[in-house]
Nanobody, 125 residues
Framework: VQLVESGGGLVQPGGSLTLSCVAS????????ITWFRQAPGKQREGVSA????????YYADSVKSRFTIPRDSAAKAVYLQLNNLQPEDTGVHYC???????????????????WGQGTQVTVSP
């Protein structure tokens, strides 16, 4: 099973991007989805998550009020809308999901067993 991210690119500070996450062998409408990112030389960190019922959304403190995580049920896709991007947002962004999801530990990598290959986001003047 493979998740596929797209939508990364190079953007100036203050700019916006929309990342997409889809899957060929999973119907993502039946899964909670989490976005992670890994900056150069740093560990991967949880950025945002949406639960299966779209009731709860979680955000890392560093992205609150700037990022949103909408779901498109018709497209079976989850997005990460990145606004007011800053250089510290640079990194490879991944989407992930799990057969068993524990919202209290949504940012813990070890609970996820399905990952994408990642899409690069670069924020630079």
């Amino acid at each position: 099973v493979q998740l596929v991210e797209s939508g990364g690119g190079l953007v100036q500070p203050g700019g916006s991007l929309t990342l997409s996450c889809v899957a060929s062998e999973l119907d993502l409408n039946y899964y909670s989805i989490t976005w992670f990112r890994q900056a150069p030389g740093k560990q991967r960190e949880g950025v945002s998550a949406i639960d299966i019922n779209n009731r709860f959304k979680y955000y890392a403190d560093s992205v609150k009020s700037r990022f949103t995580i909408p779901r498109d049920s018709a497209a079976k896709a989850v997005y990460l809308q990145l606004n007011n991007l800053q250089p510290e947002d640079t990194g490879v962004h991944y989407c992930a999901t799990a057969d068993r999801y524990f919202p209290d530990t949504w940012s813990r990598e070890s609970q996820y067993n399905y990952w994408g290959q990642g899409t690069q986001v670069t924020v630079s003047p």
